[in-house]
């Protein structure tokens, strides 16, 4: 069956970030966790690995609301990485209660940039966004009217 994910990179922080959505979302990371560059085997084809690199995320997937799942990575410079945050990506969640759209709006608007409060919007639903303390950009969208 496919599936969707979000693919967020970052400069350097990206176990700091992801143990801020898990604690968010109460998940727990898929297959063997955390990996580190420093678990690529060594190649003749590569250039030895900078030891303060070893230990930065290669890949993480969390999974979040309605099997959809975030996953990330560092992007190290010296890996010939250049990263530039943006707001040209959102990541909409639609939770079923307005309680649940509350409590994580709550907790991802925390230390960040509120774009817009939840409020109900002429369309029907419960909405709102903001941009987390890491500069991601989140959509919440609440379908149900109690």
């Known amino acids: 069956?496919?599936?969707?994910?979000?693919?967020?990179?970052?400069?350097?922080?990206?176990?700091?970030?992801?143990?801020?959505?898990?604690?968010?979302?109460?998940?727990?990371?898929?297959?063997?966790?955390?990996m580190r560059f420093g678990d690529v085997p060594p190649s003749d084809d590569m250039s030895p690995m900078p030891e303060h690199i070893k230990n930065l995320v290669m890949?993480?997937?969390?999974?979040?609301?309605?099997g959809h799942v975030l996953m990330g990575s560092d992007a190290p410079e010296e890996m010939g990485l250049s990263l530039q945050q943006g707001n040209n990506v959102y990541i909409m969640l639609r939770p079923d209660t307005r309680e649940?759209?509350?409590?994580?709006?709550?907790?991802?608007?925390?230390g960040g940039v509120v774009e817009q409060e939840l409020q109900d919007m002429f369309w029907g639903d419960y909405y709102g966004s903001c941009r987390d303390k890491y500069g991601i950009c989140w959509m919440f969208n609440c379908?149900?009217?109690a």
């Not at 599936?3 to 898929?30: A, C, H, I, P, R």
């Not at 890949?59 to 309605?66: A, E, F, K, N, Q």
Request: hydrophobic letters at 35%; glycine letters at 8%.
């Open 100 to 110: 649940e759209t509350r409590r994580l709006y709550a907790a991802l608007s925390a």
């Open 1 to 34: 069956m496919a599936t969707v994910s979000t693919y967020l990179n970052f400069k350097n922080n990206t176990e700091e970030v992801f143990g801020f959505y898990k604690t968010v979302f109460g998940t727990d990371y898929q297959g063997n966790g955390i």
């Open 143 to 145: 379908e149900t009217k």
């Open 59 to 66: 890949h993480v997937s969390l999974p979040i609301l309605g």
